[in-house]
């Protein structure tokens, strides 16, 4: 299959495209009528599905750019070159998809450059802001390639690939500290945040969960991608990435079992509140399932149990992401008299955002050199 | 102690008859004395002590010196109520010069003064109120041709204790306050670099609480001996802590509940004043428990709902923004305190379903994903022939 057989409008095109329209018209009407006439956003409540799912689920799904760029651009690990590019690729939409959450989500959306110029550097917000500003440069740089060649501008392509390294090292740091900061905003929030996940290696939660999903995300684009345009998946690349979610799942299940049991202690998570189930489930799905599976070795080597494994971690860790989020709070800001359910628009701006990436992706493998397919 | 009385009656009969003619009885003397007693946390007895002192017929001399002040200090003290103060003070100590309450005026002032300072050389306890000038061998402050600074060394040297009353006295007070044009200074420190070696006791405030000033005097005169001081030479029993440790609307503080305007709903409702810049955390003074007047329960600032605006400490009165917050001595309160909403339990019904839908979509997903992944085998080993 070349790129010139990809249909573009495919009945799954226009769903995305309607679910687009519906979520641009929602951002519209945030944009002209404020936050609360469009959200259920409220006092106790200020951060809702568009921090916990596009924003923190967001730039954890885009990992893949970080791990994969490090590995090839840094490390050298050749192996792993072909993937790269998607890796890139995804997480430059998942970040541009972040910072248009973030612009919908702060109160005065045209401030969105402020942090930008006026530094505050006391701030764990500056922190985030300034990280998603730059990585998101950095991303687009390193994705940069694709449209130099689409334009056949060789001396540029060139120029990019000879800084690749640099660049790349540089969106790994980034995104060291950018992943794990994100958990270190909830550090602003002890008495919000349950303790089942507040803990002061909250941070380094995040950097490791974000590593294990970057391996899986990668992984499951590159068999979804395969399967979409009927080529052989590379059962290598796949039986490295396994290898490599084996160990980081074992480190990430250590350290938040290490966690429980130096924090709240493990009665909290089996005292059956909704709270500590949605707890267990996160740890079953995300973690215990995946790292048990990964143990087996023909699940581990085989396409079918690495897709299902991918699929337990990407659930999982997105899980874990709206536990932060939103579950934690739970109780305390019911306590405090606040409920909180998205409203349409929030649930119709988080769908456009999917798929927004969605297409975005096939419309770049169609008239980009992402997947290098033949021509 | 009840033998002690009868002793004493016998001695100290002319002071108590002198009392008695100025209204205070032998009783309410003895009360008083006991009650000074027991601010300064000294045993009861040692109230009958106190009276011994107080009534002793040679009375202390005192010499008050005022320099750049504005008399709240002698103000304040004339304020003393229980029993009539300024009538005892007095009766028991033999004030020799104060510029306010001198019977006489000009020459014949300064001549007492002198004639004073000879009868009771290195006897007499000196007073000062107001910061000293220094500035241009400080002429911005004369009394009788003499300046402030002159008259506080001659009279400091033949001191045998010198009290400084106010916060100009203390620390420099409002004159010191920036750009401090006179040179401002207070009067331990000219006594440092003059190298006059007479103990000074800082009694700050602006005013000081007039107990304050009464209880080191009559401690002085009890056991001729200054009462145990701070690294700041202030009283430790009036100034040992912070008036946050002991203010009336700690709870608020510590429960989180602030007035964040003046005339809002919380500061209509007395909470805590720390968000209008309250200085209390970080001023040492005894000001929520000994209040002032003598008019009982709210009767000083943040009583009143005014952020305390730390006058006693140096560096903080006069010197910080009144509404820019205080720094927290000894404990540092959270960013965010801990919630005040007790007794509620469980999830509200939205987050709820939220939740539940969540968990729902996560669990079908990944039985889906499960099933589809591990229950098929067909292509696995057509991958593992690659």
Redesign the interface.
């Known amino acids: 299959m070349n790129q010139k057989d990809i249909k573009l409008f495919t009945p799954t095109t226009v769903v995305l495209l309607i679910v687009m329209a519906v979520g641009g018209l929602a951002a519209f009407y945030r944009l002209f009528f404020g936050l609360g006439a469009s959200t259920?956003l409220n006092n106790a409540w200020p951060w809702g599905l568009w921090i916990s799912f596009d924003v923190l689920g967001g730039v954890a799904l885009a990992a893949g750019g970080f791990v994969i760029g490090g590995a090839v651009y840094i490390l050298n690990w050749k192996k792993y070159e072909p993937i790269v590019r998607p890796a890139i690729l995804n997480a430059f939409f998942g970040y541009a998809l972040a910072a248009t959450s973030i612009t919908l989500d702060i109160g005065v959306p045209w401030r969105i450059w402020h942090p930008v110029i006026m530094w505050q550097v006391n701030s764990i917000m500056f922190i985030v802001a300034i990280h998603v500003v730059l990585y998101t440069t950095t991303l687009a740089t390193e994705s940069s390639p694709l449209i130099l060649e689409r334009l056949n501008m060789k001396k540029a392509v060139n120029f990019v690939e000879k800084i690749m390294p640099a660049i790349a090292l540089f969106g790994v740091l980034l995104s060291l500290l950018h992943q794990s900061s994100l958990g270190a905003v909830f550090l602003?929030?002890?008495?919000?945040v349950s303790p089942l996940w507040y803990s002061s290696t909250l941070p380094y939660l995040f950097l490791v969960s974000a590593v294990l999903l970057a391996l899986s995300m990668v992984s499951f684009e590159t068999i979804l991608s395969a399967r979409v345009f009927r080529h052989?998946?590379p059962?290598d690349i796949l039986r490295g990435l396994a290898r490599g979610s084996l160990v980081v799942s074992g480190l990430y299940l250590l350290l938040k079992l290490k966690d429980l049991v130096t924090g709240p202690g493990v009665g909290l998570a089996f005292n059956g509140?909704?709270?500590s189930?949605?707890y267990l489930?996160e740890m079953i799905?995300g973690i215990i399932?995946p790292f048990c599976?990964l143990l087996l070795k023909?699940?581990r080597?085989?396409?079918?149990?690495i897709?299902?494994?991918n699929?337990?971690v990407i659930?999982?860790t997105v899980?874990n992401r709206?536990n932060v989020g939103?579950?934690s709070m739970?109780?305390?800001?019911?306590?405090?008299?606040?409920?909180?359910?998205?409203s349409w628009m929030e649930f119709s701006v988080t769908m456009a955002m999917i798929a927004f990436a969605i297409l975005g992706f096939k419309i770049s493998v169609k008239y980009l050199n992402v997947l290098k397919l033949e021509h | 102690m009840k033998g002690f009385i009868e002793d004493f009656g016998a001695e100290a009969g002319d002071a108590l008859d002198r009392f008695a003619r100025n209204g205070v009885s032998r009783r309410d003397f003895l009360k008083f004395c006991t009650g000074v007693a027991l601010f300064l946390g000294l045993p009861g007895e040692m109230g009958a002590r106190i009276a011994e002192a107080a009534a002793a017929a040679k009375r202390p001399p005192v010499l008050w010196l005022s320099a750049q002040e504005c008399t709240g200090c002698t103000e304040t003290l004339l304020r003393a109520s229980h029993p009539t103060l300024e009538k005892l003070i007095l009766e028991l100590i033999s004030l020799e010069y104060h510029e306010t309450l001198l019977v006489g005026s000009g020459k014949q002032a300064e001549e007492w003064r002198e004639k004073s300072m000879k009868e009771n050389r290195g006897k007499y306890i000196l007073v000062v109120d107001g910061s000293i000038p220094v500035k241009e061998n400080g002429i911005y402050c004369k009394i009788g041709g003499k300046t402030a600074l002159a008259l506080l060394e001659e009279m400091g040297t033949q001191a045998a204790a010198v009290i400084a009353i106010g916060s100009c006295a203390s620390w420099g007070g409002v004159p010191s306050a920036d750009p401090n044009p006179t040179g401002a200074t207070p009067v331990h420190e000219i006594f440092k670099s003059k190298g006059i070696k007479v103990p000074v006791v800082n009694i700050p405030g602006c005013p000081p609480n007039p107990y304050n000033f009464l209880s080191t005097v009559l401690y002085y005169l009890t056991f001729k001996k200054l009462p145990e001081l701070d690294d700041q030479a202030r009283p430790k029993f009036a100034y040992g802590r912070i008036i946050h440790d002991n203010c009336e609307r700690r709870p608020h503080f510590d429960a989180g509940r602030f007035a964040l305007q003046f005339g809002d709903d919380g500061h209509r409702k007395g909470y805590c004043l720390y968000k209008l810049g309250c200085k209390g955390p970080e001023t040492h003074a005894n000001c929520p428990i000994q209040l002032f007047n003598d008019v009982g329960s709210g009767a000083w600032p943040v009583g009143t709902g005014h952020p305390c605006f730390g006058c006693t400490e140096k560096g903080v009165g006069f010197t910080k923004p009144l509404h820019s917050p205080a720094v927290v001595k000894d404990l540092t309160p959270p960013s965010l305190f801990t919630e005040v909403y007790p007794g509620k339990e469980g999830v509200s019904p939205g987050v709820k379903s939220l939740a539940t839908g969540v968990a729902g979509v996560a669990i079908g997903a990944a039985g889906a994903a499960l099933i589809s992944g591990l229950g098929k085998k067909g292509d696995d080993k057509e991958d593992k022939g690659e």
């Open positions: 259920h602003i929030a002890p008495e919000k052989k998946p059962l509140s909704l709270v189930n949605m489930l799905v399932l599976l023909n699940v080597t085989g396409v079918n149990g897709f299902a494994v699929m337990l659930i999982g899980l709206m939103i579950v739970a109780e305390h800001n019911s306590r405090m008299g606040y409920d909180y359910f998205p």
